[in-house]
């Protein structure tokens, strides 16, 4: 089955720095992988996916992911963080694998950026 | 267009009573998932719909929990005899499906149950 950890509950950074959200997956097969935003008192937002092709993967508010295979993780990145970026993100994962088409997400992280 | 809906937003419900939950898709979404938030628990897998059929029920927390879906749109999902460990927020999401190449989920606002 598959499945998805997200190591840290929350990330502090300050604005302007470079931020990364880290998600490991695992699957049996081949991933689908996203990441989705909640911002306070809003629903879930997409951000980005991969799918196939290349591995950094660019999404919305200038933010961008990198699959990598070998250590079956797809980082959450941004070059410089804005306070706005401050919300909790959510990595999820498919296997391309499987017979069904269940999405399996992460414990999420709380990302704080300090102005 | 219109976005997922879900309703209620809010429901406060005595232990031991039954719940319904609605949710509608954005139309022409084939796919429809059903998922818990509790705090600290993140997004908890319920139930999916592929039409109107849910190939995988594993995710329902007890034979408390049923869901069904009509017509290729609606869904609602039931708890009977709610327990207090039922209170979170319940989110429905809905997409075009895998044959679309991987198609993003759409997620509604929630319905946040407590059980009192």
């Known amino acids: 089955a598959q499945s998805v950890a997200q190591p840290e509950d929350q990330v502090n950074v300050a604005e302007g720095n470079p931020l990364t959200v880290k998600c490991t997956y695992s699957v049996s097969g081949n991933p689908y992988l996203f990441w989705y935003v909640q911002y306070p008192n809003r629903g879930l937002q997409f951000l980005l996916k991969?799918?196939?092709?290349?591995?950094l993967v660019k999404g919305s508010y200038g933010f961008e992911a990198e699959f990598n295979k070998s250590q079956t993780s797809f980082h959450l990145k941004k070059p410089s963080a804005l306070v706005s970026d401050s919300a909790l993100y959510f990595c999820?994962?498919?296997?391309?694998?499987?017979?069904?088409?269940?999405?399996?997400f992460g414990k999420g992280t709380r990302l704080h950026i300090l102005p | 267009g219109a976005g997922v809906s879900q309703s209620p937003s809010n429901k406060v419900t005595e232990k031991g009573k039954d719940v319904e939950l609605r949710c509608d898709p954005i139309?022409?979404?084939?796919?429809l998932y059903w998922y818990r938030q509790s705090l600290g628990q993140g997004l908890e897998f319920l139930i999916y719909f592929q039409g109107n059929s849910a190939p995988d029920k594993s995710g329902l927390p007890s034979d408390r929990f049923s869901a069904e879906r009509t017509g290729g749109s609606v869904s609602t999902l039931t708890i009977q005899r709610t327990q207090q460990e039922d209170s979170a927020v319940y989110l429905c999401?809905?997409?075009?499906?895998?044959?679309?190449?991987?198609?993003?989920?759409?997620f509604g606002n929630g319905t946040r149950l407590t059980v009192t």
């Open positions: 999401a809905s997409s075009l499906g895998w044959d679309r190449g991987g198609s993003p989920l759409h």
């Open positions: 139309s022409g979404h084939t796919a």
């Open positions: 991969y799918i196939t092709g290349d591995n």
């Open positions: 999820a994962v498919r296997d391309r694998g499987a017979r069904d088409d269940k999405i399996i």
